[in-house]
């Protein structure tokens, strides 16, 4: 009875468009009243900051910044470059290379709304001027920005793994992998429309001297994802230390290539600022619905629903997903994960399901749901940056979709796509 009308109220609210915020307290709210109402002056604040009180929340708004940075001191640029020659002379190749540079992207920043903001305002103009629709372009950037929460780092990584206590380098590991499997799909959606636009493929390929200092550009930047990395799988430093070092690493680059001046870097910082105050003032009301969700034993009754189905970890990760799913197309995704991953760890152990693969199937759903209408946040960032109508785009974005769907099929029915980098690499 308490988690339905719970649901309601958070689905109600929702609808009305009540900020989040507001719309999550209101819930938190009605929770406490089947509680125990007198536990409010106590509980709420301690669940709010116990729930903000972990040593590895302090890598997302360092990675923010990581991200910010680079787009300040003109990386973005340099990496693109460098995918315009990996794969521009290909037919189709702008296609190309929006995909593959939201790979690069990915390496650092581990946002989807930072790739498709970033990536869009450059190469959606740029694929126009060579043949392609507004529409497509758009969907293609709104597409492969979902690589950025995938390939490491990751934000929505870290969430789950303060969550659930899951080692952070096993779930970026686990997300290299899926992350590229999603980026040859949309390579692959791209190269079909292609050949049936009667895109003509360059006949001139690059020559060696423009690849080497093209890579020499932008060896900074593709050096960065390397540190992060292997910094962690390495045991050499936490992912929040790892994340302070690569903003180090970023700002010393910048000075010295001359392009990161102090208002540059003040401007970086107030965006982080902006975009860390919303996730965690997020993050703390989601742990106290999360404390009120386990006061009355939702997960326990939940694995007791699923139990016919726990001897299939198949079903049970498809039932899990399609929950995900829905709960992300019509709630931001920071509070999707945050309230759903308590709940479905315990049901993924009985299971016998891995916790880095539930982590990467979780988050692939999550940022599945960001092109998703009719709540996706960066559809709204692709239209808005394109310059197109939101309905358009809610017509032309489900090729994209299915793709990623077929991709997250994939590793639901093989996960050892996903633990296989983690348990090669120990």
């Not at 106590?42 to 903000?52: A, I």
Request: proline content about 6%; overall charge neutral; hydrophobic content about 60%.
């Amino acid at each position: 009875m308490m988690v339905a009308v719970m649901f309601v109220v958070l689905l109600a609210n929702t609808l009305l468009g009540i900020p989040l915020f507001l719309t999550l307290i209101a819930t938190a709210l009605v929770g406490f009243v089947f509680v125990d109402p007198g536990m409010i002056a106590r509980m709420m604040p301690q669940q709010f900051f116990g729930g903000l009180n972990s040593f590895s929340l302090m890598a997302i708004p360092l990675f923010i910044l990581a991200g910010n940075l680079m787009n300040t001191c003109g990386m973005t640029e340099r990496l693109m470059r460098v995918a315009r020659l990996l794969v521009g002379h290909l037919r189709g190749g702008i296609g190309h290379v929006n995909v593959v540079g939201s790979v690069f992207m990915s390496g650092v920043n581990g946002s989807a709304a930072a790739d498709a903001s970033a990536l869009g305002a450059l190469l959606v103009p740029a694929m126009r001027r060579e043949g392609y629709s507004t529409a497509f372009a758009a969907g293609l950037t709104a597409g492969s920005s979902l690589i950025g929460p995938i390939i490491p780092p990751s934000i929505f990584m870290i969430l789950y793994s303060a969550q659930t206590n899951t080692s952070v380098g096993q779930l970026f590991l686990g997300g290299v992998v899926p992350g590229l499997l999603l980026a040859l799909a949309f390579m692959a959606i791209n190269a079909v429309h292609a050949r049936r636009a009667g895109f003509e493929r360059r006949t001139t390929l690059p020559t060696r001297r423009e690849i080497y200092a093209a890579v020499g550009g932008a060896l900074p930047a593709l050096v960065a994802p390397f540190i992060i990395v292997a910094g962690i799988v390495l045991g050499i430093v936490t992912p929040t230390e790892s994340a302070a070092l690569t903003v180090l690493y970023v700002a010393v680059c910048g000075l010295l290539m001359g392009e990161l001046r102090l208002t540059a870097f003040w401007r970086a910082a107030i965006e982080t600022t902006r975009l860390t105050a919303a996730i965690f003032l997020i993050i703390g009301i989601s742990s106290v619905i999360s404390w009120e969700l386990a006061y009355a034993q939702a997960p326990d009754r939940f694995t007791s629903l699923l139990e016919p189905f726990i001897d299939s970890p198949v079903i049970v990760l498809l039932l899990l997903s399609a929950i995900t799913f829905v709960t992300g197309m019509f709630m931001e995704e920071v509070s999707a994960l945050m309230l759903l991953s308590p709940v479905f760890t315990p049901v993924a152990l009985a299971a016998g399901i891995d916790p880095v693969a539930l982590g990467i199937i979780i988050t692939l759903n999550i940022t599945i749901a960001l092109i998703t209408p009719p709540m996706g946040a960066c559809l709204f960032i692709a239209a808005a940056v394109s310059r197109l109508d939101i309905t358009v785009l809610f017509r032309t974005i489900w090729p994209f979709i299915l793709v990623a769907v077929g991709v997250l099929l994939l590793l639901i029915v093989f996960p050892g796509l996903i633990t296989w980098l983690p348990n090669t690499l120990g």
